[in-house]
């Protein structure tokens, strides 16, 4: 794996092969649920999905013990603030849906 992200119940990778995959897998308490590869195998799930499952063995999720939902009820409005300023600051995706949803036009 060059990169793995396992947040809650998903895991992102990209999994080496001939090229690298983008691999998005959902799993339920460290089990397979269901899985996306962009390579152009049809088997499901593919080689690459079954390797990022694998991998994830090794990694703990982050907010494995706490949902998002209480974790966001938790936080002040200044820090939800804060923290969304500076992911805005690195994502200008992230930056243009901000004022899409929260402008006033």
């Keep these: 794996m060059t990169e793995l992200e396992y947040v809650d119940d998903t895991l992102q990778a990209t999994v080496p092969g001939s090229r690298p995959y983008d691999v998005q897998v959902i799993l339920s308490q460290g089990s397979y649920v ?3 590869c962009r390579c152009p195998d049809e088997t499901v799930p ?3 999905i079954v390797a ?3 991998a994830s063995g ?3 999720a982050v907010g494995s013990n706490q949902s998002l939902d209480a974790l966001l009820a938790a936080a ?3 820090e939800l603030r804060s923290i969304l300023a ?3 600051d690195e994502d200008i995706g ?3 849906r901000l ?3 929260l402008s006033e036009d």
Excluded: F
Aim: with cysteine.
């Design 34 to 36: 269901s899985g996306q």
């Design 46 to 48: 593919c080689k690459h």
């Design 52 to 54: 990022a499952v694998l």
């Design 58 to 60: 090794d990694v703990e």
């Design 76 to 78: 002040s409005a200044e």
């Design 86 to 88: 500076e992911i805005a």
């Design 94 to 96: 992230i930056r243009k």
């Design 99 to 101: 004022y899409e949803e």
